[in-house]
């Protein structure tokens, strides 16, 4: 990866995640940490705990034991709507979007941490709320060129096909300018075209705004490809984690992903 | 005049945020503020001003309410006429009690006294949803049809528990025909309304919509869940209120509790769904559906005439059409009366080519 | 008479009315286990089954064949409820579903009484709804023989259910498409034929419980109302166990007697009335503590 | 498809429209309008039916035999009121402007809607009359000019119940000591005769209880328990549709004797008495009227209506206690109108007119013979001042299969009930800012 970033100092650490449910172990005394700037992947075979781990990280699963530190800060339990106000957007596996809104009211949700005015100056709609509106309309808009889909801004989500929908719902969590990005499986289901474009638009991002994406992927090609970093997990274990050349040639992970019995 | 909107550019997202960005839409919007502020009082017979449009707009603020809570937030609710009762009976309390307050903040903080009960009564949505959620409203129903059936306090101690309304007064001025009680039910319902439509389109509206249709990426983005549902039900039980003590004020005049009984919140459910679900317009459209049909089917009965027989196969018949129309309804067009409307206009844009 | 035996024939009493909020209770929980629908219809099923019951041995038929006939009028009905009303319907969320079954109550009722009238009409089974006197003297509580004989049909028809659920081919493919609507089709159970044989037991459940609470009630529209009895056994039970509607029957019944003497007595009689909301607040505050009621599947999303 | 459903709402809101356009005004027909706010559907169908049906056909024999009220036509429309207070108002509003001269009086047949109707009835000059029903303080026309809750209210039934009650047990005095227990259906209706029963409790001396029963009643094990164990002397029940068999049904699983419960007339029909079968027999009810077919009104209205198929009910249902209710009515409406054509003159007359009517109606003996009326009707005197006229009641007893009559007229108490009206029609008028009429100066 070339680029101007000046890959920084560690935004986020998890030590010692340990997750389960009901007796079932998810993940088991993970710890990773990320740098600003920098896109991390998280890679492993199915069931391995990587949508866990994004989970925990944005607070929609809480560890049983365990630290995340988000940019200094120890936390335990904090809620997925807390951590979106410190600056954490994030994108899921399956399409996560607001079936009955548009494009555009989609990726205006994103902006919701941003608006300020309450609801009475909502139902009149009229001068500071107008001005409101229109400003944040203003930084959709420019997610929305970014990403080109502005044909389709007025268009109900439901309607469109799979790859534009993946698109938007980057567009929903790119539209709250988050600090840390957390992609689960952006690819999953494209074709080869959808995927280059989708690449794309991760480095763009990663490189325009300096955003740090932390990225679940299935597909080890891509990855490997756009990374800065590469973390692999197997059975909700930390099998290796470095630079991409480093991972791709670790014995443990060929035997993860060829199935070799542990 | 065609309805086109060829030739009209959006030249600032100002414009283009407008609640009605068609031209042709904006001048029948006004046209039909001038109709129903001048002409129909001036047109209408008392019968159809007090007993069909007063109620109509009455019921169409109190599914603008349930159309809140459940066509935009997504939170099921069977409640709808014991949040009207709270507001019935609180803006009869603050008339008596505190008579110095003018009439219409009685009636905003009867809505307000009904936002607080329905908050109360959404605080389970967190953990409760969906017919669980549904069932759970119907504790609030009974609960509060209960609690001004028996103490005695709200209804001033009527012996039957009955109230009535006092005389109206608004700046010196007396409500008391059914033209000022429409007029005053017309202004009230087209300010909420226009409220309504402006919140749905604005951040809060937004969130409202993202936890019907995700709530778990809703809260990803942002979105705390309980604030968002709470906010819902109190403000749709504030429109539900305000609605109740106009239909105490300026429809029925003396009300007992079960007036807001179990099948009026059916009524205003069946509003929503056949008007749309999620659609202001819906509101009023399933509204003077609701109303509208029972009359319509009643005069085709009167039409055809007496006879046993006949007079009660149509009062069967009215619910046989009724629910028949219900699932009909779902089947067909599952968003209302609302989307039947937009496809009419989006046929018309077209009119008269096919595509 | 004693405290503690008045407080057992309250009890007693309540659990007794709980079967009878168990029996319609059934009905939702058989059609919302294998079709996801909540039935709101319940009740009018239950009165459009006994008014046909009763307008039946109206026109002379003796008391088995007019149970014959209409047991297989709930039949047809079913089988048109499926074709006409769910089958169009089926890939429509929940919520379309169960508002089309709020329609589907209306059409009953007018249908019902248009039918068969709206008179009030008296139904006799032959039990006497007077107090036992066997159980009288033995335990010198008073239980009406009526409400014991409520108990055991509903045993039975628990009992039926069960075997019919675990014993035959058709239950067995029911409870693959209850476990996995995807999976049953998978299997080539086709989902129509189970919604109308579901739609059907459901609508054998109404006629029991029709015939039950209208020997009681008389066959009057009320009838429909008994439904809003079972809603709060449903959310206590958990909408998909049958086992769920009979206990939360018993609890809530108890429960409610319970509380309308006891808060009555403790408050002086301020505190009257309140068996309409009651059950409604006891389940909505269990709710709170176990959200999928007692018996329910736990709802896990993933995300 | 969807083109069609645009279709059709098109024709619908077409059709509603025609519909409900008032039918032009003939100013010269001889016909008086009756407005019908009838309840076919709904959990109290049987009542709205049966009473409705008595008072058409009583309409319809009157226009056969006599060519109508003086040669005045008795004319009626049906509207479908569902029992709900919303639709009954929208159907008094659709109804009271028809006919040529307006309907001339409005029975809504249901206490809420009769207190969502009186004072637009009131404003609008119909009278808002209430047989039996409606609020029993009403009574003093001069502060409720255009509400007649005419015959008895349940204020002076429940004192006709309560000296019934103190001739069974053997005089008034008797009455001290002893235990009753009212059981009401916790509505508007229901609780209109507590403060009453309080007051005659301290009175007489004897001990109340009231228990509320939740609409609709369908169970209602925990009351019966809390009675039994209460164990009154008396139970006197003020029940609505389907409450009324389940209350008896529960008397009878505790072993109460139903030869000591007592019902409003609302607990006294054959369709209260029916599903409770064998449960029933005993069971004492109040009426201002009886049932039977043995009324020779009743026998002109099988000759010039049922027989010719032109009923408004069926014809088994004749003579059951809510049709005779309705013939009574009948019989009363009549001869109001009757009454206000002596002052008027024999032609269609507007509500206004009929009020005069109503409140000089003199209802006598021999004129209740001459109707064919005796023993159906009590004698009715009314004034600007009184508005209920008669008050008596009569009490029935149900075998298993029908009421027959064990008393002879009971006369309500009006020295308690009337204070009591009038201090509660003050607080009414007070509230209001209404100034009552003066009576003294009214003729």
Redesign the interface.
């Known amino acids: 990866m070339s680029g101007k970033r000046n890959i920084g100092d560690v935004i986020l650490r998890c030590d010692n995640i340990s997750l389960s449910f009901g007796g079932v172990r998810a993940l088991t005394n993970i710890s990773v940490d990320v740098r600003e700037h920098e896109v991390m992947a998280i890679i492993g075979p199915n069931g391995a705990g990587k949508s866990s781990m994004l989970n925990v990280i944005n607070g929609v699963y809480h560890p049983q034991e365990g630290t995340v530190t988000y940019r200094g800060q120890t936390r335990r339990a904090m809620k997925p709507h807390e951590t979106a106000r410190q600056g954490i957007a994030r994108t899921f596996q399956n399409i996560a979007l607001f079936k009955g809104m548009s494009v555009l009211d989609n990726i205006m949700t994103g902006r919701y941490t941003k608006m300020k005015r309450n609801f009475l100056w909502q139902a009149l709609y009229w001068g500071p709320n107008l001005k409101e509106e229109i400003e944040h309309r203003e930084v959709c808009e420019r997610v929305i060129d970014f990403l080109q889909i502005e044909n389709i801004r007025k268009t109900p989500v439901g309607r469109l096909p799979y790859g534009l929908q993946k698109r938007v719902e980057l567009g929903r969590a790119l539209a709250a300018e988050p600090d840390l990005l957390l992609l689960d499986e952006p690819m999953a289901g494209m074709n080869v075209e959808e995927k280059e474009d989708m690449c794309r638009f991760i480095l763009d991002v990663n490189d325009e705004f300096g955003t740090t994406i932390v990225l679940i992927e299935h597909d080890m090609g891509v990855v490997m490809d756009i990374s800065d970093r590469v973390a692999v997990l197997d059975y909700g274990k930390k099998i290796a984690d470095g630079p991409p050349e480093e991972v791709r040639a670790n014995q443990d992970v060929i035997d993860a992903y060829l199935g070799v019995a542990h | 005049m065609l309805y086109r909107e060829a030739g009209q550019f959006k030249t600032?997202?100002?414009k283009d945020?407008a609640?009605f960005p068609i031209r042709q839409d904006r001048i029948a919007v006004w046209a039909l503020l001038l109709a129903v502020f001048i002409a129909v009082p001036l047109l209408a017979d008392?019968?159809?001003l007090?007993?069909?449009i007063t109620?109509l707009l009455v019921l169409s603020l109190a599914a603008i309410g349930l159309n809140i809570l459940t066509g935009y937030a997504g939170q099921?609710s069977l409640g709808t006429a014991g949040f009207m009762a709270v507001g019935a009976f609180a803006a009869y309390n603050l008339n008596?009690r505190v008579p110095e307050l003018p009439l219409i903040v009685d009636f905003l903080l009867a809505g307000v006294f009904a936002a607080m009960v329905g908050m109360v009564f959404g605080l389970?949505s967190l953990?409760?949803?969906?017919?669980?959620l549904?069932?759970?409203t119907?504790?609030a129903q009974?609960?509060i049809?209960?609690v001004f059936?028996?103490v005695g306090w709200f209804t001033n101690y009527s012996?039957?528990?009955?109230i009535?309304a006092?005389?109206m007064h608004i700046l010196g001025m007396t409500i008391d025909t059914a033209v000022e009680k429409y007029l005053l039910t017309l202004s009230v319902v087209a300010v909420l309304a226009l409220?309504?439509k402006?919140?749905v389109?604005?951040?809060?509206?937004?969130?409202w919509?993202?936890v019907?249709?995700?709530d778990?990426?809703?809260?990803?983005?942002?979105?705390?869940?309980l604030s968002t549902k709470l906010?819902a039900f109190g403000?749709s039980s504030f429109y539900c209120g305000v609605a109740g003590a106009l239909w105490t004020y300026c429809?029925?005049?003396?009300?007992?509790p079960?007036?807001f009984?179990?099948?009026r919140s059916?009524q205003v459910?069946?509003m929503i769904?056949i008007g749309g679900v999620?659609s202001i317009l819906g509101s009023f459209l399933g509204a003077g559906f609701i109303v509208?049909?029972?009359?319509?089917l009643?005069?085709?009965?009167?039409?055809i005439g007496?006879?046993?027989l006949q007079?009660?196969?149509?009062?069967?018949?009215?619910?046989?059409?009724?629910?028949?129309?219900?699932?009909f309804f779902?089947?067909?067009?599952?968003h209302g009366?609302a989307r039947?409307w937009q496809?009419?206009k989006e046929k018309l844009r077209l009119w008269p080519f096919p595509y | 008479m004693s405290d503690l035996n008045f407080f057992f024939e309250v009890l007693i009493g309540g659990l007794l009315s709980g079967v009878m909020y168990s029996l319609v209770a059934l009905g939702f929980v058989l059609i919302y286990k294998a079709s996801g629908v909540f039935n709101f219809a319940q009740g009018s099923m239950v009165l459009f089954a006994a008014l046909t019951f009763v307008g039946i041995m109206e026109k002379g038929i003796p008391f088995w064949p007019a149970l014959v006939v209409a047991l297989v009028v709930m039949m047809v009905l079913a089988v048109g409820i499926e074709r006409v009303v769910l089958r169009p319907l089926v890939n429509q969320p929940q919520i379309s579903l169960f508002m089309a079954t709020i329609g589907l109550s209306y059409l009953l009722e007018g249908l019902g009484q248009g039918l068969w009238g709206t008179q009030v009409r008296a139904l006799d089974l032959g039990i006497e709804d007077m107090p036992n006197e066997t159980i009288q003297t033995m335990l010198g509580i008073q239980v009406s023989t009526f409400d014991i004989f409520s108990a055991i049909s509903a045993a039975l028809l628990v009992g039926l259910l069960a075997l019919f659920f675990n014993k035959t081919r058709v239950g067995l493919a029911l409870r693959a498409v209850a476990d996995d609507h995807q999976a049953a089709l998978a299997v080539g159970i086709p989902l129509q034929h189970v919604w109308a044989i579901v739609w059907a037991a459901a609508g054998l459940v109404a006629l029991v419980a029709g015939l039950l609470w209208g020997s009681r009630l008389g066959v009057q529209f009320s009838l429909s109302l008994v439904a809003l009895k079972a809603l709060p056994v449903l959310i206590l039970g958990g909408f998909t166990s049958i086992a769920g509607a009979i206990v939360g029957g018993l609890i809530i019944g108890a429960s409610e007697k319970l509380a309308e003497v006891y808060i009555g007595t403790f408050t002086g009689g301020a505190v009257a009335a309140v068996e309409n909301w009651f059950p409604y607040m006891l389940a909505l505050v269990f709710l709170l503590v176990r959200p999928q009621g007692l018996f329910g599947d736990k709802i896990i999303e993933r995300v | 498809m969807k083109k069609s459903v645009l279709a059709s709402l098109a024709i619908g809101a077409g059709l509603l429209a025609g519909a409900s356009t008032p039918s032009p005004v003939m100013a010269q027909a001889m016909e008086q309008f009756m407005p019908i706010p009838i309840y076919r559907t709904g959990p109290y169908a049987a009542g709205g039916t049966g009473y409705f049906g008595g008072f058409m056909d009583y309409m319809a024999m009157v226009n056969a035999r006599d060519n109508g009220v003086n040669g005045v036509k008795m004319i009626w429309e049906e509207c479908e009121t569902a029992y709900d207070n919303a639709r009954g108002v929208e159907c008094y509003e659709r109804l009271k402007g028809k006919g040529p001269t307006g309907a001339a009086m409005f029975h809504p047949l249901s206490t809420g809607i009769t207190y969502s109707t009186f004072e637009k009835g009131t404003a609008d000059k119909v009278p808002v009359v209430s047989m039996g029903y409606g609020r029993g303080d009403a009574m003093v026309g001069s502060v409720f000019p255009y509400t007649f809750p005419l015959v008895t209210t349940y204020w002076s039934q429940n004192t006709a119940k309560i000296k019934f009650i103190g001739m069974k047990e053997g005089g008034m005095d008797k009455l001290k000591g002893k235990k009753l227990v009212n059981v009401y259906h916790d509505s508007a209706y229901g609780k209109e005769t507590i403060d009453i029963l309080n007051k005659q409790a301290a009175m007489y001396g004897f001990e109340i209880k009231h228990f509320p029963v939740a609409h609709p009643g369908l169970d209602q094990k925990a009351i019966w328990l809390q009675i039994k164990q209460f164990a009154p002397d008396w139970v006197i029940l003020r029940g609505w549709g389907v409450m009324n068999p389940t209350a008896i049904k529960e008397a009878a699983r505790i072993g109460f004797p139903r030869e000591k419960m007592l019902g409003v007339w609302w607990s006294g029909s054959e369709e209260d008495m029916r599903p409770a079968g064998t449960a029933a027999k005993g069971f004492y009810a109040a009426g201002f009227h009886p049932a039977g077919k043995n009324f020779p009104v009743l026998k002109d209205i099988e000759k010039f209506v049922q027989s010719k198929g032109k009923g408004n009910i069926e014809a088994e249902r004749m003579g059951t206690i809510y049709y005779n209710r309705g013939v009574v009515t009948g019989i009363i409406s009549m001869e109001a109108i009757r009454t206000a054509q002596e002052k008027y003159g024999k032609k269609p007359l507007t509500g206004e007119q009929v009020q005069w009517g109503l409140e000089h109606l003199n209802l006598t003996a021999a004129r209740i013979k001459a109707l064919g009326g005796e023993g159906l009707v009590q004698p009715i005197k009314t004034s600007c001042n009184d508005h209920e006229g008669g008050g008596a009641v009569k009490f029935q007893q149900w075998d298993g299969e029908k009421w027959t009559v064990v008393s002879d007229w009971i006369d309500a108490d009006k020295s308690l009930v009337r204070p009591l009206a009038e201090e509660s029609a003050a607080k009414y008028a007070k509230e209001k800012g209404i100034t009552p009429r003066d009576c003294s100066k009214e003729m």
């Open positions: 600032s997202y100002q945020q609640i008392d019968y159809w007090g007993s069909i109620p099921l008596i389970p953990r409760i949803k969906g017919f669980y549904a069932v759970a119907l504790a009974f609960f049809e209960w059936t028996h012996s039957s528990g009955v009535s006092p005389p409220g309504a402006n919140m389109r604005s951040r809060i509206g937004r969130s919509m993202a019907r249709d995700k778990i990426s809703a809260e990803v983005i942002g979105v705390p869940l906010s403000i429809y029925l005049g003396t009300v007992e079960a007036a009984d179990l099948n059916f459910l069946f769904i999620g509208l049909l029972p009359i319509l009643n005069n085709i009965a009167a039409m007496h006879g046993t007079a009660d196969t149509m009062a069967n018949l009215e619910h046989i059409i009724f629910g028949g129309l219900i699932i779902l089947i067909v067009e599952p009366l039947l496809i009419a």
